[in-house]
């Protein structure tokens, strides 16, 4: 698989949630942290996905906000 995007991270799915329309992933990576995602719920019929199977978060972003309190 090769991709434009930078960021890619590979872990565990952790959860699945599926909604109406879009279904909500959670990806555990290695050290615990989570990565959660909003698809569509054919894109994650077409994936396979389930949990415990190993899945990659890409992330590409042309803009990164910052905040403060």
């Known amino acids: ?3 434009s995007a930078r960021n890619v991270l590979k872990g565990t799915v ?3 949630t599926p909604g109406a329309v ?3 992933v959670v990806i555990e990576l290695p050290g615990g942290a989570l990565v959660t995602s909003i698809i569509t719920k054919d894109s ?3 994936l396979q996905l389930a949990v415990g199977k190993p899945a990659y978060a890409v992330i590409k972003a042309s803009d990164v906000l910052v905040g403060v309190d």
């Open 44 to 46: 994650a019929t077409s």
């Open 14 to 16: 952790k959860t699945l």
């Open 1 to 3: 698989m090769k991709l």
């Open 22 to 24: 879009n279904t909500e």
